[in-house]
C-alpha cells in the first residue's frame, strides 16, 4: 500500500465516526451496537496551502489514481516522534517491569506520554549496553518492557526509537482553488478504512 507523500497544514480538523447498529423496538426501545471489530473510525479535514503548480498537481494526481476507491497510508497528524537514549528507569535490583515513555513534544520534554506505534521496536539500554529483546527483556506493544532478570541498583535504563501512527484511508472528495500565479490550495477529506 503506497504512502501518502504530503503534508498538511497545522490546524487539522480530526473527527472520530462511530459506526454503530441500531435496532427500534416497541415502546420507544433501542439497542445499540458497535459495528465491526472498529466501530470507531477517524476522518481527518485536510488543507495544504500555497502549494506551486508542480506540488498541487502531483497531489491531485495521487487522490486522482486512487479515485476515491484504493486506500493509501497516511501518517496522521502530529503522532511522529524519535527519541535517542531517552531515560525511562532506574535498576533497583528487584523491579522488571517499566513503560516506554516518550517526550509528548520537543518543546515540552516534561510532559511524557507512552512511547507506542513505533515504526521498528526500539533498542533498550542497561547502563548503556544495548539489550537483546526476547533474551532479556520482552517488549509488548504498549511499550511495557519486562526484563527477565532486574537491572541492578543504579543501572540508568534507557531507550533510542522512533514512531508514528499510520492509518489506511481512502479519500472521495477534494477542492483546489488558484490563489494566484503558482500559488494553490488544496483541501481534501480521508476517511479511515475499518480494514
Known amino acids: 500500500m503506497e504512502r501518502f507523500p504530503f503534508t498538511p497544514d497545522y490546524g487539522v480538523q480530526a473527527d472520530s465516526v462511530p459506526r454503530v447498529r ?7 426501545y433501542t439497542q445499540r451496537s458497535g459495528d465491526g471489530l472498529n466501530p470507531v473510525l477517524r476522518r481527518w479535514a485536510l488543507q495544504f496551502s500555497n502549494l506551486t503548480k508542480v506540488d498541487a498537481d502531483g497531489l491531485e494526481a495521487f487522490l486522482r489514481a486512487r479515485a476515491g476507491v484504493e486506500a493509501f497510508e497516511f501518517v496522521t497528524p502530529d503522532t511522529a516522534w524519535a527519541v535517542t537514549a531517552q531515560p525511562f528507569g ?106
Request: aromatic fraction near 10%; include cysteine.
Open 22 to 28: 441500531k435496532a427500534q423496538f416497541g415502546e420507544g
Open 90 to 195: 532506574v535498576g533497583d535490583g528487584a523491579r522488571k517491569q517499566w513503560l516506554l515513555q516518550r517526550p509528548l513534544s520537543p518543546e515540552v520534554p516534561e510532559l511524557l506520554v507512552p512511547a507506542a506505534d513505533w515504526t521498528a521496536p526500539p533498542t533498550v539500554y542497561v547502563a548503556g549496553v544495548a539489550q537483546i529483546e526476547g533474551t532479556t527483556y520482552v517488549l509488548s506493544a504498549s511499550g511495557l518492557v519486562t526484563f527477565t532478570v532486574a537491572p541492578v541498583v543504579g543501572d540508568a535504563l534507557t531507550f533510542t526509537g522512533a514512531g508514528e501512527l499510520v492509518a489506511h484511508v481512502v479519500c472521495e472528495e477534494w477542492h483546489r482553488t488558484a490563489k494566484g500565479f503558482n500559488a494553490y490550495d488544496v483541501t481534501a477529506t480521508f476517511q479511515e478504512e475499518a480494514g
